[in-house]
């Protein structure tokens, strides 16, 4: 049955149905965002992890992290930084680009990243994320989200005061994706941990990881009591999955949606052609494909000769030929 939950409201920003596209290095980007907004059912859209550095020497229009096109609305930026004097200058380079919104990686678990002390990492040094935090507060009025994961260890009450701080600093959203930092994503999400962050704090808290169909979203809502779900990796394998949710969950006056796969595909294809340098358009694809051929039986197939592929005309010869062979999908 239809649940009559509201939209979220964040300072001057409606986000309805309250559904996230989640940050996603190599996939959130511009092709894939006019996919799901093709799709419909989105209520905030996402960009990938943005180092807070670079951004302000970034060209909004030829930067493939930082183009968008107007239908991409309304779009969160998330900032990667573990320095306080990086978020003045990012801040400012985002304003200019128009952000919606701005989230702050906290959740990142890469080893990469956590040699720069940035991303989940940052969860060690809590007095740094507060300063971080205090000062992105200081720079906008925009709403200012963050994205954590539970923590190192399981440890409800330093996780309660990180959640606590954040709130108190400024956040206007925590979303929680429901895994200790060292958690691959074989390993089920915590759900029952987003229950303990809801309860402490009075923003909205939204629930994140192992999101893939309807029950599991149904099921994800009831254990944590979410205001909200964020979908990964289910937004490129399926698109459409926020339109459905929006239908079933929150009773959403969409179009159910109808999914023509190799139609998916050929347009994301297009999309990059479109909007990306030529340099940037394959390893795009490649990494869309690794997920987008899991809607197959012998969806492996398709990855790997992507994988394989010199260059996007080839790509789109294999991808054809494949889809002439596999006609239907995994059940
Ligand atoms: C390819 C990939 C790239 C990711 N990049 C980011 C990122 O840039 N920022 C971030 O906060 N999380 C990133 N994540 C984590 C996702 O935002 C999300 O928390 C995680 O995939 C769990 O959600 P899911 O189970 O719905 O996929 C990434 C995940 C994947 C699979």
Sequence with gaps: ??????????????????????????LTHSALRQIIIGFGG??????????????????????????????ERPLSYQ?????????????????????EAIDLNIGCPSPRIGRFGAGASLMERPDEVR??????RKCTDLPLTAK?????????????EFCVML?????????????????????????????????????PVIANGGIFSVADAENCLRISGADGLMIGRAAATTPWLFAELARKIYGSPIDQPVVSLPQVYFTFLALLEEHFRPERRLGRLKEFTHYFAQNFKFGHHLATRIQS???LSEARTRAEAFFADNPTPAA
């Design 79 to 99: 900032l990667l930084t573990s320095s306080v004097t990086e978020i003045g200058p990012a801040i400012a380079a985002l304003h200019k680009v128009d952000a």
């Design 309 to 311: 592929t010199p260059n």
């Design 1 to 26: 049955m239809p649940s009559t939950l509201p939209a979220l409201t964040l300072r001057n920003l409606t986000i309805g149905p309250p559904l996230f596209l989640a940050p996603m290095a190599g």
């Design 131 to 136: 300063q971080i935090v205090a000062e992105a």
């Design 167 to 203: 709130e108190g600093e400024g956040i206007d959203l925590l979303t929680v994706h429901a895994r200790l930092k060292k958690e691959s994503f074989a390993r089920k999400p915590h759900w029952e941990w987003v229950a303990k962050v809801k309860e402490w704090l009075n923003i």
């Design 42 to 71: 989105v209520g905030l859209l996402s960009t990938e992890m943005l180092g807070a550095r670079r951004l302000p020497s970034e060209s909004p229009r030829f930067s493939p992290f930082l183009f968008r096109t107007d239908l």
């Design 148 to 160: 954590i994961r539970l923590g190192i260890e399981f440890n409800e009450p330093s996780l309660k």
